[in-house]
C-alpha cells in the first residue's frame, strides 16, 4: 500500500516514521540542513567580508595620485620656446636657441617667419608632456610612458572586489577571492532542489516532531506499545469483503501479539488545544465517528485478525503535545 503525500500528511508521517521506525528517517526524509557557523546568509555578510578584504588589499594608485606624478614629470620638462607675439619677441627667443639651430645666416634679414620655423623646430625636439586628465585607466597609460615600473607594480596589485549589484553578484565576488567559502542560499537551494525525491523536513518541523515523539514515549502506556521488542509496523494485509467481492487492503500502524491476544493500533496527530481535559474523550469519540476512524478500525479488525484495536492521539500543537489512548469498542466496531 503506498502512503500518501501532501504537506499535513508529510508532517503527520515524519511522526509516525519518528514514533514507530526512526530508523527509517534518513531514508523517507530529507531534513534542512543546518546553516555552519561561518556561513554567508545575508546581503550584509557578503559586504561585511567584501569591505574587510579591500581594506586588506594593498592601496591602489587613485587617479589623483597617478595626475600628481604626471604633473611632476612635466614640471621636470623643458619649456617650449615660445613663437613670439611680435617679432622683437621672436627674435628674442630665436637668440636663446642652441646654435644648431639658428639656422638663418649672419647678414641674412632675419624675419618673423624664418625665426619661428627654427623655433619650431627646436621645440618639435624637446620631448612632449604627457596627459594629465581622463580616465583613471588613462592616466595609467601615460604613466606607462615615463615609468612603466611603477605600472608593472601596480599591475600586480589585486583590484578591490566590487561592492554593489544583486545578490548573486556579491556571492561571485566572494567567491573568486574564496572559493571554499559557504553560502547559506546555495546549501538551502541544494536541499530544496531533492534530487533523492525524498521528503523535505524544515528544523522547525522536525524540533516540533522531535518534540512529539518524546511526548509519546514518555507516556506510561503509548510509550510502551510503541517500543514493544515484539511489535510490527505498518504490515499490510489484504482480503476480500464478502458483501462486496471487492478487495480490502488495511495496514495497521502498529501490532502486537500478547499471550496469544493480537492487539493493533493507529497513531494519530491531532490538533486539539482548546479542549478542557474532562471534555477530551468525548470529543475524541467525535473525531473518530466524524473522520469514519470506527469503519477503518472495523477492516482492520477483521482483515488483520486483530482482537483489540486502540487510537494513540498526539496533539500536534507546539508546547502542548498531550496523549490520549482509546479503544476501539464493541459498539464502535458496529457502528
Known sequence: IVKERSP?????????????QPENLEAEFSVEPEIPEGAFTTT?????????????????????????????YNATLPSQMPLGASVDETYASYEQLPEEFQRIENGTKHTATAMKACIKEYNATLPAPVKTSGSRDALL?????????????????????????????????????????????ELLDA????TEGKVLVTRQQLSTALNIQKALLEHPTAGKLLTHPSRAVEVSYFGIDEET??????????????????????????????????????????????????????MYCETAALDQFFWIFVNKDENYHWVAIIEASTELLEL
Open 44 to 72: 550584509a555578510t557578503l559586504r561585511e567580508f567584501i569591505d574587510a578584504h579591500n581594506a586588506s588589499l594593498p592601496a591602489l594608485l587613485s587617479a589623483d595620485d597617478i595626475k600628481a606624478l604626471l604633473e611632476e
Open 245 to 298: 467481492g471487492l478487495e480490502v487492503r488495511v495496514r495497521p500502524d502498529l501490532e502486537l501479539d500478547m499471550g496469544g491476544l493480537r492487539i493493533g493500533a493507529d497513531l494519530k496527530t491531532i490538533s486539539m488545544w482548546n479542549i478542557k481535559q474532562e471534555g477530551l474523550r468525548a470529543k475524541l469519540h467525535r473525531e473518530i465517528i466524524d473522520r469514519d476512524y470506527h469503519l477503518s478500525a472495523a
Open 141 to 185: 597609460e601615460q604613466l606607462a610612458i615615463i615609468n612603466p615600473d611603477l605600472v608593472a607594480q601596480e599591475a600586480q596589485k589585486s583590484s578591490p572586489l566590487k561592492v554593489s549589484g544583486t545578490k548573486a553578484d556579491l556571492i561571485q565576488a566572494v567567491k573568486s577571492v574564496n572559493p571554499a567559502v559557504v553560502f547559506a542560499d
Open 8 to 20: 499535513v500528511l508529510d508532517m503527520g508521517n515524519l511522526v509516525h516514521v519518528l514514533a514507530l
Open 191 to 194: 536541499w530544496r532542489e531533492n
